[in-house]
């Protein structure tokens, strides 16, 4: 995981928070895990690499940190200014 940059969290609002600091949001079939970029906290574990695209954000429930999941790819384009997402 990595921090989020200044103003890369959009205003829809896609940020998972965890509310218990033991308990990882996400539990998958995969085999990364993903801890928290400040405190090491783990925040999702067994995910596969498809699961953790660019738009997943998590904010530690330990450190109040927002990661987002570390990818060498650029941020996405929006295809279509009208396609909603959300
Ligand atoms: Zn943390």
Redesign the pocket.
Known sequence: MRRVRAGEVPFDGGTARQIEPDRPVWHGNGSDDYV?V??A?VLAVAMQPVQMTYKVRVR?G??G?VNVSATDEPPPRRPRASQRDR
């Open positions: 928290c400040e405190c906290n530690c330990r450190c940190t």
